[in-house]
């Protein structure tokens, strides 16, 4: 690994407990339809993945994963429903044109091999969010490289805000939106780099 600097823990806090970091992805794995250890009930799609920061080289595996919308009689795929997440993560790695032509198969509940291998090695920007154990987890949602950090924060934070309206809501539930970086005390761990997945799909620091 070359030397680097300005890879302080700090770069990329957008404040409100929320880091937005470019990353490259460098492996995936298909888990839909599965459970895991850390997969506790099965999705429609699931994909496993692991990425690299781009500031400082440290790794992150985070789920994306999602049901689609069915028929209530039939069973039948009628849109992409909560998997909309899985779709959305082709897609802001740059693989829009290459997903269009394999919706069928992803329709049948698996990831084409043929997108599980384009991916790798594709830029995406995460977020991360600290939890409330005082650590961080990784959101299931990623976004181009090309969007506003900014932006992706503040749309992270209206979705959360959205579910707080629904009945088994707020999502994601362990978000702790209290900032005490100006507390005397503070015990987030802003330098943690080593991770597991939990059961939703996201990601702890410890």
């Known amino acids: 690994m070359s030397l680097k600097l300005n890879t302080g823990s700090s770069d990329g806090y957008l404040g409100d407990g929320i880091y937005v970091d470019d990353a490259e992805i460098i492996s995936v794995n298909d888990l ?3 459970t895991t250890q850390f997969q506790q009930y099965a999705s429609d799609l699931c994909v496993e993945v692991k990425v690299k920061l781009l500031k400082n080289d440290w790794e992150k595996t985070f789920n994306v994963a999602g049901n689609f919308a069915r028929d209530v009689s039939t069973k039948e795929v009628t849109d ?4 909309f997440k899985v779709r959305d993560f082709f897609v802001n790695a740059g693989l829009k044109d290459q997903l269009e032509e394999l919706l069928s198969e992803m329709e049948k ?4 091999s043929q997108l599980m291998f384009d991916v790798l090695g594709k830029a995406i920007r995460i977020l991360s969010y600290r939890n409330k154990k005082g650590k961080t987890s990784t959101w299931n949602q990623v976004s181009t490289p090309l969007r506003k950090k900014e932006a992706f924060k503040d749309y992270f ?3 959360y805000n959205r579910s707080k309206k629904k009945p088994k ?5 362990n978000y702790e ?6 507390s005397k005390g503070d015990s987030f761990d802003y330098g943690a780099n080593t991770e597991t997945v939990d059961v939703s799909g996201q990601v702890e620091s410890f």
């Open 157 to 159: 934070l209206r979705e």
């Open 80 to 83: 992409w429903g909560g998997a």
């Open 109 to 112: 509940g698996s990831i084409p």
């Open 169 to 173: 809501g707020p999502w994601p539930s």
């Open 32 to 34: 839909s339809g599965k």
């Open 177 to 182: 939106p209290n900032d005490f970086t100006e």
